[in-house]
């Protein structure tokens, strides 16, 4: 029973998602701002390299398929918008204008499941409501409330209404799909039923031809990956090391994503043995994640944090912070890695003990391939089919 209609404006795992329910003969429509591939799919000769490159491809039919390029191209309008414009609010009207449209079609496709994105279902819900479908939100972070608790934000003309539609997303929504139990629980505490809150941890892509890692007596080799953010602790993890330096404990440490915000790249220049190397695609980011003898990912808040996964699937324990979603993985493979409070002084601690008893890093890379082949996609759409044609019947 073909039921289900998927819409998303930008991707993340919504294909996923997708992909899960065409394999059980549920998917009515796949929509998302972003296109993918299918098997003998050729994409658009206009199409630039670099975009093509990032292209994912997925077993979806391209008759269940629409992606309106229009929405990526009004995106990609806003680096042009003036100084003093915020673009953050900017996007956010956008995904906006996507849900609007989406909406204007949910009478004509008449699903019986409508599975739509935070800050991309109010209307789109509405519409569904109105025909007497089952809305279902996948909501990719935490509550905005619990949020706005563990770090402020930068307040912006358009953030109130931006708040205000989640509330609305949430109150339509039948069922909530979150990325762990650390951003389901933040539902709750912010009022949601716990009866309409479900956890479904997330994949990574299994990664393929990777050189194999071997024991060695060199520095360990810490790596970030990831947009240079406050957001990410990047201050945390650059004082704890500072310190490290400061007692004259060996290291090297590696950061690897898109500059983020303003100052970081130059702060990293300034601690002693570590590099900026970059924004990478996945496959030498995972030669990166392979080489390297622990992933830290210490922030302030991540729903989930998909590096963790991804470094486990090449072998490399991980370091995390309390209030990072993929702190699951650990709890359920205790030897997989750690995790420490979002402080400087904590990831200096946990760290130092590593430096000091490498070899229980090193034997911690049998626990993280063990612990990978739990949260490979092929896990996720085995727990979210099962659990979404459950909750239909």
């Given at each position: 029973?073909?039921?289900?209609?998927?819409?998303?404006?930008?991707?993340?795992?919504?294909?996923?998602?997708?992909?899960?329910?065409?394999?059980?003969?549920?998917?009515?429509?796949?929509?998302?701002?972003?296109?993918?591939l299918?098997?003998?799919?050729?994409?658009?000769?206009?199409?630039?390299?670099?975009?093509?490159?990032?292209?994912?491809?997925?077993?979806?039919?391209?008759?269940?398929?629409?992606?309106?390029?229009?929405?990526?191209?009004?995106?990609?309008?806003?680096?042009?918008?003036?100084?003093?414009?915020?673009?953050?609010?900017?996007?956010?009207?956008?995904?906006?204008?996507?849900?609007?449209?989406?909406?204007?079609?949910?009478?004509?496709?008449?699903?019986?499941v409508?599975?739509?994105?935070?800050?991309?279902a109010?209307?789109?819900?509405?519409?569904?409501?109105?025909?007497?479908?089952?809305?279902?939100?996948?909501?990719?972070?935490?509550?905005?409330?619990?949020?706005?608790?563990?770090?402020?934000f930068?307040?912006?003309?358009?953030?109130?209404?931006?708040?205000r539609r989640?509330?609305?997303?949430?109150?339509?929504?039948?069922?909530?799909?979150?990325?762990?139990?650390?951003?389901?629980?933040?539902?709750?505490?912010?009022?949601?039923?716990?009866?309409?809150?479900?956890?479904?941890?997330?994949?990574?892509?299994?990664?393929?031809?990777?050189?194999?890692?071997?024991?060695?007596?060199?520095?360990?080799?810490?790596?970030?990956?990831?947009?240079?953010?406050?957001?990410?602790?990047?201050?945390?993890i650059?004082?704890?090391?500072?310190?490290?330096?400061?007692?004259?404990?060996?290291?090297?440490?590696?950061?690897?994503?898109?500059?983020?915000?303003?100052?970081?790249?130059?702060?990293?220049?300034?601690?002693?043995?570590?590099?900026?190397?970059?924004?990478?695609?996945?496959?030498?980011?995972?030669?990166?994640?392979?080489?390297?003898?622990?992933?830290?990912?210490?922030?302030?808040?991540?729903?989930?944090?998909?590096?963790?996964?991804e470094?486990?699937?090449?072998?490399?324990?991980?370091?995390?912070?309390?209030?990072?979603?993929a702190?699951?993985?650990?709890?359920?493979?205790?030897?997989?890695?750690?995790?420490?409070?979002?402080?400087?002084?904590?990831?200096?601690?946990?760290?130092?003990?590593?430096?000091?008893?490498?070899?229980?890093?090193?034997?911690?890379?049998?626990?993280?391939?063990?612990?990978?082949?739990?949260?490979?996609?092929?896990?996720?759409?085995?727990?979210?089919?099962?659990?979404?044609?459950?909750?239909?019947?």
């Open positions: 029973m073909t039921s289900v209609f998927v819409s998303h404006p930008g991707l993340q795992h919504s294909h996923q998602l997708a992909l899960a329910l065409h394999e059980r003969g549920l998917l009515q429509a796949f929509w998302s701002g972003v296109p993918v299918s098997e003998g799919d050729k994409l658009p000769c206009w199409l630039p390299r670099s975009y093509a490159s990032k292209v994912k491809s997925v077993a979806i039919p391209p008759s269940l398929r629409r992606h309106p390029l229009i929405f990526q191209g009004l995106l990609r309008a806003g680096a042009l918008l003036p100084k003093g414009f915020s673009r953050e609010d900017y996007a956010h009207r956008n995904f906006h204008f996507y849900d609007w449209w989406v909406a204007q079609h949910i009478a004509k496709l008449k699903p019986k409508v599975v739509a994105y935070e800050n991309s109010y209307h789109t819900f509405r519409a569904a409501k109105a025909i007497g479908a089952r809305c279902i939100l996948d909501a990719p972070s935490l509550h905005h409330a619990a949020a706005a608790q563990l770090m402020e930068k307040q912006t003309p358009y953030l109130t209404e931006i708040n989640k509330d609305e997303e949430v109150s339509l929504a039948d069922l909530i799909l979150t990325c762990s139990p650390l951003a389901a629980e933040s539902y709750i505490q912010n009022g949601v039923s716990a009866s309409k809150v479900q956890a479904m941890l997330l994949g990574a892509t299994l990664p393929e031809n990777i050189a194999a890692w071997q024991p060695h007596s060199e520095p360990l080799h810490f790596v970030f990956a990831g947009a240079l953010s406050y957001r990410k602790a990047i201050d945390v650059l004082q704890a090391f500072s310190k490290l330096n400061a007692e004259g404990l060996p290291y090297r440490l590696s950061f690897v994503g898109g500059a983020g915000e303003v100052g970081w790249v130059e702060a990293i220049g300034q601690v002693p043995n570590a590099f900026y190397l970059g924004g990478m695609s996945q496959v030498p980011l995972y030669q990166q994640l392979a080489k390297a003898d622990c992933l830290l990912l210490p922030s302030r808040y991540d729903s989930f944090g998909m590096v963790v996964a470094a486990m699937a090449c072998g490399t324990p991980a370091i995390v912070s309390t209030q990072t979603g702190k699951s993985m650990i709890e359920q493979f205790p030897d997989a890695g750690w995790i420490v409070d979002c402080d400087a002084d904590a990831l200096y601690q946990c760290v130092k003990a590593r430096i000091q008893n490498r070899e229980a890093l090193f034997s911690a890379r049998m626990a993280a391939l063990a612990a990978s082949q739990e949260f490979t996609w092929q896990a996720y759409r085995q727990r979210v089919g099962s659990f979404i044609e459950e909750w239909m019947s």
